[in-house]
DNA sequence: CAGTGGTCTAGACCACGCT
DNA sequence: GCGTGGTCTAGACCACTGT
């Protein structure tokens, strides 16, 4: 095979050519062994000693190596433990039923999507703050600039896994006083449309803009995503009559373990 | 701080503690200077060395700092020549008005989005193969697996930039013979809805579920994509009475120059 | 405690793009 | 030829996870 000669070269000592570089070379041996199995998902890979042992290079060439396979999404690491081979996630799809009061709500079978709303299973951290309006944000509500808004962050996980960073936007005068502007209530009980419908708000429609970028440092630590896993953005904008009365300027969705559906019906066509 | 002592360890030997890391406390100010306008889009970020001399540490610690930015996708770096902010590309954004038969559709001025539809800026790259129903396909027509159905292969390009990669099915019965089977007719005047019209089949339906990854490496050649940039990707599929007409098991887009957009009325709430 | 990965240094030489 | 980034070495010490 050509890898004889590729293996020859880890032995020589320095004078590699640079045809294909090293880390990249290694990285493709690691990369056959999860593929193929010898590495199963989940499993440990061999630790930086070892494999500066096996492939007699420097330590920062063999991190160098794992850092293209974490880009790729194909390992992820633990400080103190060791790299993991990813192991497939469960993905958790959020559709328009997620903004319905309540209904049935069944996994899709063929790929193995489900839908955890009210199971109980989903925590919620949260934490309020008044902030004033940006320029956009007074622009959405029309309002004027600085007018005093509440400001919801939440993290969403299930299962103790992070799955969702939300930042959403209320006008304090509809919801000051109102069980909505308790921090404690959180989880919502059936969303924020039920929740605003128990203000005698009545929402009318929903408009929703989805993108997808890679994490900032602080969002790829909060939903513990693996280097090389991008994320789902939402933007979602609530009406009632014509008027604004909630949005959130981002819904931010680890895109290893969540999609989004929608609907867009017939009269829309 | 209880790390006062540990903070004063590292003063011995290297000038900044590291509660935070220097090589991210570095990108963060890079990070800084880019989105403040500091470095404007498209402009070279400073050369390693001239930052090595301007934060005092080793070029090692710089390009681990650099690294952080381009695996966010914020910068680019050409061999040679240098590092550069990615510039700004226009954003196309694809609303529910693309499956209408002929509206108005301007800008969103706020965001600069923009939709291309009927522009005549449009190119399509398009290839019809005969194929079999995969099990997954069939189940979804409700046919045989083997079923004959017409593929349809697109590459969307706008002012010459490619923006979107599309593979769809149709059942070959519904369509052989007719205007629809014929490659020579890209673009689709009004859309895949507009067509299954002109055969008589009236759209009830179309639901999408929307992922984002990485893309292939195939993907990022066709689409020109640099490095850090993930692909959005949507799966629709498409009703009239019930029955699946059509269906596309993968539309990708490039995440840096696309967005989504999805109303969910009333009456699904 | 031992073993893992995380951070950082101070060098070296190579490959690429421009002028 | 010069300045850019790309690759690599050989070490050091820190921080986290286990036993």
């Known amino acids: 095979m050509a890898d004889e000669s590729t293996a020859d ?33 989940g499993a440990l890979i061999p630790s930086e000693s070892s494999l500066t042992a096996e492939f007699r290079v420097a330590r920062g060439t063999i991190r160098e190596a794992i850092n293209v396979l974490r880009a790729e999404g194909l390992v992820m690491t633990e400080h103190g ?46 934490e309020y703050q008044e902030v004033a309006a940006t320029p956009e944000l007074a622009e959405m509500f029309e309002v004027e600039p600085g007018t005093v808004l509440l400001q919801r962050r939440l993290l969403t996980s299930v ?18 006083g109102t069980p909505v502007a308790d921090p404690n209530r959180e989880p919502w009980p059936g969303g924020h449309v039920a929740q605003l419908q128990s203000l005698g708000i009545l929402v ?22 693996p280097a090389g896993v991008p994320v789902l953005i939402a933007n979602r904008r609530t009406y009632a009559d014509g008027r604004t009365v909630e949005v959130a300027t981002s819904m931010v969705f680890p895109a290893d373990r969540a999609e989004l559906e929608y609907e867009i019906p017939a009269d829309l066509t």
Do not use: C, W
């Open 9 to 41: 070269r880890y032995r020589e000592r320095v004078p590699a050519p640079h045809r294909q570089p090293r880390y990249r070379a290694i990285a493709d041996e690691l990369r056959r062994r999860i593929t193929a199995g010898a590495i199963p998902a």
């Open 81 to 126: 433990r060791g790299t993991y081979a990813r192991p497939n996630l469960p993905v958790r799809r959020l559709g328009p039923e997620r903004y319905m009061s309540q209904r049935q709500q069944d996994g899709d079978e063929t790929t193995g999507a489900r839908s955890f709303r009210n199971s109980g299973v989903e925590q919620v951290n949260a």
């Open 159 to 176: 299962y103790g896994v992070p799955q969702q960073l939300t930042t959403a936007y209320y006008l304090l005068d509809t919801v000051a």
């Open 204 to 225: 009318t429609k929903i408009r929703e803009v989805v993108q997808a970028r890679m994490p900032t440092i602080d969002e790829a630590e909060a939903l513990r995503l």
